[in-house]
């Protein structure tokens, strides 16, 4: 499985991002991918994740972006995107694309940074 992450970028605090994660290879064993965030000298934090599956599906987001982000996903495109809104300071890093149950796959990161 090969994850492709796009929509970083420069934005104002207050304002909002939606990031893309776009999946391709053997996605049909994939029913779970999480959006990561790490900033330098800090541990990778989850943001969001997402799991489907025949009789329904879940989301679950960290506390710090609670109320301010969506995760949701398009079978049909076999992407998972994060909407962001009232974006902070603090939301300033690298954002990953991570799927699987063990967070198996991983893509190369997007960067968000939000101007104060």
């Known amino acids: 499985v090969q994850l492709v992450e796009s929509g970083g970028g420069l934005v104002q605090a207050g304002g909002s991002l939606r990031l893309s994660c776009v999946a391709s290879?053997?996605?049909?064993?994939?029913?779970?991918m999480a959006w990561f965030r790490q900033d330098p000298g800090k541990e990778r934090e989850i943001v969001a994740r997402i799991a489907w599956s025949s009789t329904g599906g879940s989301t679950y987001y960290g506390d710090s972006v609670k109320g301010r982000v969506t995760i949701s996903r398009d079978s049909a495109k076999n992407t998972v995107y994060l909407q962001m809104n009232s974006l902070k300071a603090e939301d300033t890093g690298v954002y990953y694309c991570a799927a699987g149950p063990s967070n198996n796959y991983w893509g190369q990161g997007t960067q968000v940074t939000v101007s104060s």
């Open positions: 290879g053997r996605t049909f064993s994939i029913y779970t």
